[in-house]
Nanobody, 123 residues
Framework: QVHLAQSGGGTVPAGGSLRLSCVPS????????MSWFRQTPGKEREWLSTIFGDSTSYADSVKGRFTISRDTGEDTVYLQMNRLQPEDTAMYYC??????????????????WGQGTQVTVSS
């Protein structure tokens, strides 16, 4: 059974940093594009970043501040979030789906999701 276990959320002041983790079971990340999304109440789920092999991509809202990476040995995927701002407050989700060069960014294209973790940035 596929499971993506998330951790690393919490509350930080504006300008602070957090690192989110996504740990797989039942699959290996080697064969999937891995992505991060976030969502706030009343809004659509927003794509943030994707990694597959050495290729990474970022939404304009987070590029230059967030970094996606992979621990190859453990298949853990991370999202390092720096210079956080109150507008970054959201529930953050990792997801697996697709393969390069056709990594999708639409939430409904992702067959596997983590449980979500809350990130709150205080002003």
């Amino acid at each position: 059974q596929v499971h993506l276990a998330q951790s690393g959320g919490g509350t930080v002041p504006a300008g602070g940093s957090l690192r989110l983790s996504c740990v797989p079971s039942g699959i290996t990340y080697r064969g999937y594009c891995m992505s991060w999304f976030r969502q706030t109440p009343g809004k659509e789920r927003e794509w943030l970043s994707t990694i597959f092999g050495d290729s990474t991509s970022y939404a304009d809202s987070v590029k230059g501040r967030f970094t996606i990476s992979r621990d190859t040995g453990e298949d853990t995927v991370y999202l390092q979030m720096n210079r956080l701002q109150p507008e970054d407050t959201a529930m953050y989700y990792c997801a697996a789906g697709g393969s390069a060069p056709f990594c999708p960014t639409a939430p409904d294209a992702m067959p596997f999701w983590g449980q979500g973790t809350q990130v709150t940035v205080s002003s």
